[in-house]
């Protein structure tokens, strides 16, 4: 396949993260700057009975005899099982993917570790990798990201999870070295978002590192590493990134915001959203989305952006572009999905007015610095599940949502279909690295091919019953096309700024 080779990122950052020492219960957590940010399905069930007892501490063993696992507790694999049986129904796609290939055995010999959401639309990505021939070793990437009946339903079929809602920072690096470091298993194929887990093996078990066959990212933040790694000459395996394909960028990123930015403010507010002052800090994919239902409710939207191209596309869908400091005092509601750090700094939260909501919907929990507000001088008063008050001594409150981390999966869910077209896409990536020839992928970080993606979008289109048209050889002669794509060249944008109008 014709790979279009990404360019390297020029930050010098040396690419190294270590796991903070932390008893298994601190609450270091809340201000860790790991990948450890929050995304849980807020539909989770929660077995109370057993609630202080860290899994670390059980001996727990499926009906197949195994304790190859680590979860919250193997008695909610049957509540677990309808869940991911819910999710299939809007997931025909990947389901479909798994009945095409599942003859064929393209993971054949894979042993794939993986750390990712463990949610009921992830486990049907990993049963769908199991059934392509697939052995899978399974950590989550967040520390609240687990929903604890899918892990102890993946327990139960035999995939070894280790994972649980409500991991202390040690917990969630203890789960990730069980994964990798485990007698008579050696993994040969990554499937990371946010790169802890490629960060882990690279740095504590570079022996095992160098024998991985390919790396799938999902996420802006790990792709980012990814790049630091490459750049630096010690990337020693070929990396797919998943996050800029289109498949991801134009449906995760965008459409999955637009649906899913109102439903976990509404949830933890309570909030109208008609007439408020809403100030959104980025107008990438995630930012377009959030922009989108945030005007189609009536919300007065302001942007911030550094970028002068993003900023132009703000301006011609109709939002101000302003500095925030500009409107702090006015605002309503802050949102964040830059990617970068300290985007709402303590000085800003000082100035906000009493009342006001700051939230983050980017995959790392460092936009908003949280850290800044746990002074002596600051009361935080916890008022439901994710949503703090944090009052000043003269009274102000700002209302913060699931303490700065990922808003939508910590407080709310995420439409099942859109996640269909990531897992969908990543399933292949994976089949594509493993089964490459030799020489295909060189020590480097590339991008889906334009064919795999549009072969994930058109296993979607029957679920609306669209029929695409096709070609004439007369006409594909002319476009100097193949009848059966790809369509467009890897240089393509495909525009989302009407989705905002």
Known sequence: ????????????????????????????????????????SAASYTDSSDDETSPRDKTQVNSKGSSDFCVKSIKQAEFGRREIE?????????ISLRKRAQSEKPLAGANIVGCTH?????????????????????????IYSTQNEVAAALSETGVSVFAWKGESE???????????????????????????????????????????RGIVEESVTGVHRLYQLSKAGKLCVPAMNVNDSVTKQKFDNLYCCRESVLDGLKRTTDVMFGGKQVVVCGYGEVGKGCCAA??????????????PICALQACMDGFRVVKLNEVIRQVDVIITCTGNKNVVTRDQLDRMKNGSIVCNMGHSNTE???????????????????????????????????????????????????LSIT????????????????????????????????????????TFDAHLTELSDEQAKY?????????????YRYSSAKCCN
Not at 177 to 191: A, S
Request: glycine share 4%.
């Open 294 to 307: 945030l005007k189609a409710l009536g919300s007065v939207v302001s942007i911030t952006e550094i970028d």
């Open 368 to 418: 908003i610095d949280v850290a800044s507000l746990r002074t002596p001088e600051l009361t935080w008063e916890r008022v439901r599940s994710q949503v703090d008050h944090v009052i000043w001594p003269d009274g102000k409150r700002v209302i913060l949502l699931a303490e700065g981390r990922l808003l939508n999966l910590s407080c709310s869910t995420v439409p099942t279909f859109v």
């Open 479 to 491: 476009l100097g096309l193949n009848k059966n794509g790809p369509f467009k060249p890897n240089y």
């Open 170 to 212: 040690d917990d969630f690096w203890w789960c990730i070295d069980r994964c990798v470091n485990t007698e008579g298993w050696q993994p040969n194929m990554i499937l990371d978002d946010g790169g802890d887990l490629t960060h882990w093996m690279y740095k504590k078990y570079p022996n095992v590192f160098k024998k991985i």
């Open 86 to 94: 819910i999710a299939e129904q809007d997931m025909s796609a990947l």
């Open 1 to 40: 396949h014709l790979q279009c080779q990404i360019q390297f990122v020029e930050d010098k950052q040396e690419f190294s993260r270590f796991p903070t020492k932390a008893g298994r219960r601190s609450l270091s957590r809340s201000i860790s700057q790991s990948s450890t940010d929050s995304y849980s």
């Open 118 to 142: 463990i949610t009921a639309q992830t486990a049907v990505l990993i049963e769908t990798l199991v059934s392509l021939g697939a052995q899978c070793r399974w950590t989550a990437c967040n």
């Open 423 to 462: 897992a969908t896409t990543q399933a292949l990536a994976l089949i594509e690295l493993y089964n490459a020839p030799e020489g295909r992928y060189k020590q480097d970080v590339y991008l889906l091919p334009k064919k795999m993606d549009e072969y994930v979008a058109s296993l979607h289109l029957t």
